[in-house]
Each structure stands twice: as structure tokens, then as C-alpha cells.
């Protein structure tokens, strides 16, 4: 699956996903983005790729993608979809062109016996399980028509997962400053890279969110009991948390998620939530950036 057919398969997807009630604006996205050439970047598109040694320290380390063969029918499929769709050799290569590391970090995407992600400090590795995407995919079936064009929607959420473990290890590996939770930091620097990476980016956030959305929905239905000693926010504030960000980047463009997806007493505190969050992470990773005119500094 090329980059235009899964363009092409999100824009089918649009109106089942506009049906549940995401915005209005996002089918227009969408149906620009199939439009495109397959061009556009799902990862801060148009930033400059000048290799410059970081504070004069040459750092040569850099992410390496690998994939481990999938064993069952499922992650054969998965590591099938993955390779052909090719969102994680685009995201390992944008991550290059913006980050010098110590050492390299490898990404491996692999069927694991569960369906999770993990960033692993000593083995300096992040893990993206098959059985992950796959539960995703489950989930969106249940919204999407048709319903084989859930595997391509996944695609957006698998991104999001992505970039939060790599949020996680840029914070280990350049030993940032966290106030707060980790996980609620790595969701919001997950979101806020898909939101400055066009079109194609916004609508992976809301895909992710969407995924929140519908896990806090079937916990619910199977009564399953409320992690309180968690160190992750609740599916469903993770939902509203990340369509924060979306609205609060632009919320002329997102006005028709409040109040039914977003209530308005949370969406009036967004737009200054994400130039507080994108300022912070700006200036946390400034430092670390290859070219550190290369941030890129919201247009709202
Ligand atoms: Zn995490």
C-alpha cells in the first residue's frame, strides 16, 4: 500500500468517520490530501535537513527501523500492511533529519503476544507490537464503512504510538526536564508533531484519538475496573486531551468539534494549551535539533 492508496483509502473512510462525529474540516483535509501526489509528510514537512553537530559535540547515532518477521496469520498481515505503507521508514527518516543522537535507537516493529508499545532505556530500543495496530484496527471496524478500511485508518494511530515512545526516549536519551506525568508529556509531543505535519498529520491525531475514544468506550461496556494507580491518563481523557491540541491549533478549522465532541468549557482553555505545550517542547528540544532554525514555531 502506497502512500497515494492509503491517501485514497482515508478519503473513502472520511464520511464513516465524519458519521461519528469528527469534524467537518477533516473530510475537506481528507479529500485534499488524496488529491495530493502522496508528497505531503505525515512529520513536520518542509523542515530543513542541514545537518549541523549539535553544541558542537559531532553525534552520530541516529534511529534504525527494523522489522521482525510476523509468526501468526495476524502479524504476518500486520508486518505485511506496515512495510507496504511504508509510515514508519517516512517517520525514522524525518526523525533523522531533525535529531542528532549519542547512539543509535533502534525501532523495531514486531509481534510481541500483546497488544502494546514500550520504549526500553538499557537495550536503547523502542518496541511497536503488530497486535497493537491490529487492536486498533479492530476497534475503528466497529465505525468504520467499510469495514476493510479500518486497517488503513489504523495507519494514523500506529504513527501517534510511534512518536509517543519516541517521546519518551528523547526524553531518557536527552534527559529533558518533565514536570508532570511522562505519559501525558509524550502524548501531547506526539500530537503536537503529527499537528505541524499537514494535513495528513492532523488527521492522524484525530484517528489516535478516535482509537482513545472507542478503547475508554469498550473497557466501559466489559465493566472493566478503572486503573486509578495507572501511571496513563484514562482512554477517554487521553481523547479529549489530544482533540484539544487539534482544535486549539486551529479553532476556526475544528469549530464543529465543540460541544458535541469537545465541550466548550475545556475547548475555550485550548488554544492557549497548545501554544504553552508546543512553546515548551519547542524550546526543550531546541538544543538538540540538528539545524535549531529548524524549529518550527506554530502559525497560530
Ligand atoms: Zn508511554
Redesign the pocket.
Known sequence: MNRLILASALSLIAPAVMAEGFSAAAQTMLAEFAKSTGQSSLLDAGVPQAPVPVLGKKLEGKFVLVYQPGKTPQGIKWERILKEAKIYEQAVTELNAKFSLPYDLTIEARECGEAN???HSEERKITLCYEETANTARLLKKQTKPKKNADALALGDAIHTLL??T??ALIDIFNLPAVGR??DA??QFATLTLLKSGESGEMAAQIAAMSFFLSGKESRKKHEKLDYWD??SFDKQRYYDILCLVYGKDPDKYADLVPKKLPQARADQCPAQYEKLDAAWDTLLAPHRKNPLASTPSAK
Open positions: 508499545a514500550w520504549y509517543h515512545e517521546g519518551h511522562e505519559e509524550v502524548d501511571e496513563h
